[in-house]
């Protein structure tokens, strides 16, 4: 980290932090020699608030608000209206999203290698090559179709009966009857074509009917044939009703959850299937996977519904989970640890969510014994964060510490950024607020350019006394993912900047006072704000102090320890018109903070 710009920083801020308490009438009339002495880049700003508020001083006169907020208003109703009358198509049932597409990875394709669950039958066309062998039959190809009776006939062997053989049985067959007619053949069949099926779908179907598929098609291509299941259709109870044979019911989460085909059966011309009615519907909510609301069989546990919803995520606590469950006419909620995910039976219209675990990391940098990243969970605190990386070094400065968060880091950014618009509004809008004697050194306008350009670094101001940590939790704060720990070595040096005659660094003394120190840095300077002087304490926390007048005499609450910084502003003038302390204020923190957490000064 750089102390150059963190040091600059400070010294501006803390010129505009001194123009708070010394206001006073400004002549009027905005002086050419200020505006010239700002930085291009806040002057840039300056003159574009100045022309912004000639623009809208000539659009008062010719501005219709009435009119203006009328056409706004008709917009966001019409808006409005688009959204209530959209009609929402998209299921929470998992599954039934399967089968609402036009082509489906179910649709069935003629390729000639079937496993052993096909069953030949009329209409089925099997390829026969011949390699090898002598006379009329070496290397020759033959086309056979399976007839009414079941059988194909081939020349040089006669009719071979394959109906009701499933493909590896009628080509083990086919093989067996040429290789015993002739030495050295190689015998290669494949399926030319298969024979078209008729299905009927009947139930909770979006299209019930009768559908023509191929030979090859199982349950799941009639279904996405016929639409799928609608939203009272079950997915785990599709029976199919085949000719002298007992009804067999089919649990499809095997295959749209596991991808389990093969417990998928294949189809038979004049085979009726039928999709029952769903019965019993849990919602899997946050925490899962998969979160949607997932079909329950009787019996099936909560560790069932993980399963089927993938499982719970990497930000979920697995070790309880929360139900919701209507009954008696109004919802009740309960939790449920692990120990009875296993036996816990779910109900109709339950649903089930998992707390979330904030999971993060945090990087931890310094004289401790073991830095790097960590991972947290949502309960880790600073304490816990501490002893995983092995507590401090021998030459840790606990006191210095410095915690960095994100969100801490926006926050300032906001304020900093929202204090810099004000004071550009207030000179474009006043320009009789600024005179010359504040242009006379430019310290204004060279404070607006710091301001701007600042970034802050986001500093919580938190004890770092393992100690304290343990008996005091309201100090033991919670850590967030992407904070940043820092632990310095132990400094003997008092830094002392600004106008000073010597600024730089002294040896810590104890009891020395704040005079003390500026005395040995060759006292202050002709511009120096001598009631205005900061104190920055290692641990971050800033005070202000007075070396001089009859505020000097007053018992003052500060500790200069090792590692504090001393500044002394520049007095840069006298401003009124505007509240310089309730803008500024939360600029010099952040400002003071920054420069704090260095510790030590270097590049």
């Not at 849990?282 to 997932?294: H, M």
């Not at 007095?571 to 010099?588: D, L, R, S």
């Amino acid at each position: 980290m750089k102390s150059i710009g963190i040091y600059k920083s400070i010294i501006l801020s803390s010129l505009l932090f001194t123009s708070i308490m010394n206001a006073q009438s400004i002549p009027e009339g905005m002086d050419k020699n200020f505006l010239k002495s700002l930085p291009d880049e806040v002057r840039e700003d300056v003159m574009k608030e100045l022309d912004q508020n000639i623009e809208d001083e000539k659009n008062e006169y010719t501005r219709r608000p009435s009119s203006e907020l009328s056409k706004l208003e008709t917009v966001k109703e019409w808006e409005e209206f688009k959204k209530s009358q959209s009609i929402n198509e998209k299921t929470e049932r998992y599954g039934l999203k399967i089968f609402n597409s036009m082509q489906s990875s179910f649709m069935p394709i003629n390729e000639p290698n079937f496993g052993n669950n096909y069953v030949l039958d009329y209409g089925d066309v099997v390829k026969i090559q011949l390699f090898g062998g002598t006379g009329k039959i070496a290397n020759s190809m033959y086309v056979a179709e399976i007839q009414r009776d079941g059988a194909i006939v081939l020349e040089d062997i006669g009719s071979l009966s394959l109906a009701g053989l499933n493909f590896e049985q009628a080509v083990d067959v086919i093989k067996k009857s040429y290789k015993q007619s002739f030495i050295g053949l190689d015998v290669v069949v494949t399926m030319k074509k298969t024979r078209d099926i008729n299905v009927l779908v009947t139930g909770n179907v979006q299209f019930p009917g009768i559908y023509t598929l191929s030979g090859n098609s199982n349950i799941l291509q009639a279904l996405n044939v016929s639409g799928g299941p609608n939203e009272n259709g079950s997915l785990r109870n599709v029976v199919i009703k085949r000719k002298n044979k007992p009804d067999l019911s089919v649990d499809l989460y095997q295959a749209l959850i596991f991808g389990d085909i093969d417990s998928i059966p294949v189809l038979m011309s004049g085979d009726s299937i039928n999709v029952k009615p769903v019965k019993n519907l849990v919602r899997a909510g946050y925490g899962f996977n998969n979160i949607a609301v997932f079909e329950m069989l009787d019996g099936e546990t909560v560790t069932d519904l993980i399963d089927y919803a993938g499982g719970l995520n990497i930000e979920s606590n697995s070790e309880s989970l929360k139900i919701i469950r209507f009954e008696n006419n109004d919802f009740n909620s309960f939790n449920i640890n692990v120990n009875e995910f296993g036996t816990f039976g779910i109900q109709n219209l339950d649903s089930i969510y998992a707390k979330r675990e904030n999971i993060g990391v945090v990087t931890i940098t310094g004289n401790v014994k073991h830095p790097g990243k960590y991972s947290i969970s949502s309960t880790d605190r600073l304490l816990d964060i501490i002893e995983r990386s092995g507590g401090y070094t021998e030459s840790a400065y606990p006191f210095a510490g410095s915690l960095f968060r994100e969100s801490t880091r926006e926050l300032e950014s906001l304020f900093v950024e929202k204090a810099y618009r004000n004071l550009i509004g207030f000179i474009a809008s006043n320009p009789s607020a600024l005179g010359s004697s504040n242009s006379s050194n430019g310290g204004l306008g060279f404070v607006l350019s710091e301001i701007k350009n600042h970034e802050p670094l986001g500093r919580v101001i938190v004890d770092f006394d393992t100690l304290k940590l343990r008996e005091q939790m309201q100090k033991n704060i919670y850590l967030n993912d992407k904070d940043t720990i820092h632990i310095p070595s132990y400094d003997s040096n008092v830094y002392i900047f600004g106008e000073v005659g010597n600024p730089g660094s002294l040896l810590f003394e104890e009891n020395s006072t704040i005079s003390d120190y500026i005395e040995k840095s060759g006292g202050f300077t002709r511009f120096s704000s001598e009631e205005s002087i900061f104190i920055v304490s290692p641990n971050g926390e800033t005070r202000k102090a007075y070396a001089s007048g009859i505020k000097k005499y007053i018992s003052q609450d500060y500790d200069i320890y090792p590692g504090s910084v001393i500044y002394v502003p520049r007095h840069i003038g006298k401003i009124e018109g505007i509240n310089f302390y309730a803008t500024v204020a939360p600029i010099f923190s952040s400002l003071a903070l920054s420069i704090a957490s260095l510790n030590s000064i270097k590049n």
